[in-house]
T-cell receptor, first 109, second 115 residues
Framework: GQNIDQPTEMTATEGAIVQINCTYQTSGFNGLFWYQQHAGEAPTFLSYNVLDGLEEKGRFSSFLSRSKGYSYLLLKELQMKDSASYLCAVMDSNYQLIWGAGTKLIIKP | DGGITQSPKYLFRKEGQNVTLSCEQNLNHDAMYWYRQDPGQGLRLIYYSQIVNDFQKGDIAEGYSVSREKKESFPLTVTSAQKNPTAFYLC??????????????FGAGSRLTVL
């Protein structure tokens, strides 16, 4: 079966750095997405990785290793507004998105 | 401003009733999707449509129905046959379906509670 694993919840301190991991086992691979979702709101797109390596976008970076079935989202200089759930999703060989359950990130002052 | 509008935001239903959730987009996107979100689970695809007048079942289509008569609109009906309909429903769209960098734009969601 297809599977996406993420930690359920993480806690970090304002101003610090946090890394949210995502491992996957899917039928084929056509890219990995990260979305941010504040409670009760719509998910919003953060990043897309299809090749191995690090993609940097401001305070957020996303890394992919296809051979290991592994990605992480790195958030730097954490702000209180970064408190949200972070969803990892993989596009399989049929171009269908397989979603992880999301990681709830709690930022403390 | 372009975006996706879902309505209603909150909906209560008695058992045995059908309800329809509205989803309208003005992004000129070809593909539209309905997902269900439950606590502790990933998003699950109910139905999707890549062009007008055509749609396909997702992983959990039983008890749901859709239509795509206009490019802008993709309403979802939750029928009385859906055994556990209480959930948060998300509508999404993308420029096209079936491609790699297929970024989804989501609506704000509709929370359905069955009493």
């Amino acid at each position: 079966g297809q599977n996406i694993d993420q930690p359920t919840e993480m806690t970090a301190t304002e101003g610090a750095i946090v890394q949210i991991n995502c491992t996957y086992q899917t039928s084929g691979f056509n890219g990995l997405f990260w979305y941010q979702q504040h409670a009760g709101e719509a998910p919003t797109f953060l990043s897309y990785n299809v090749l191995d390596g690090l993609e940097e976008k401001g305070r957020f970076s996303s890394f992919l290793s296809r051979s290991k079935g592994y990605s992480y989202l790195l958030l730097k200089e954490l702000q209180m507004k970064d408190s949200a759930s972070y969803l990892c999703a993989v596009m399989d060989s049929n171009y269908q998105l397989i979603w992880g359950a999301g990681t709830k990130l709690i930022i403390k002052p | 401003d372009g975006g996706i509008t879902q309505s209603p935001k909150y909906l209560f239903r008695k058992e045995g009733q059908n309800v329809t959730l509205s989803c309208e987009q003005n992004l000129n996107h070809d593909a539209m999707y309905w997902y269900r979100q439950d606590p502790g689970q990933g998003l699950r695809l109910i139905y999707y449509s890549q062009i007008v007048n055509d749609f396909q079942k997702g992983d959990i289509a039983e008890g749901y129905s859709v239509s795509r008569e206009k490019k802008e609109s993709f309403p979802l009906t939750v029928t009385s046959a859906q055994k556990n309909p209480t959930a948060f429903y998300l509508c999404a769209s993308s420029i096209t379906g079936g491609s790699g960098a297929n970024v989804l734009t989501f609506g704000a969601g509709s929370r359905l509670t069955v009493l």
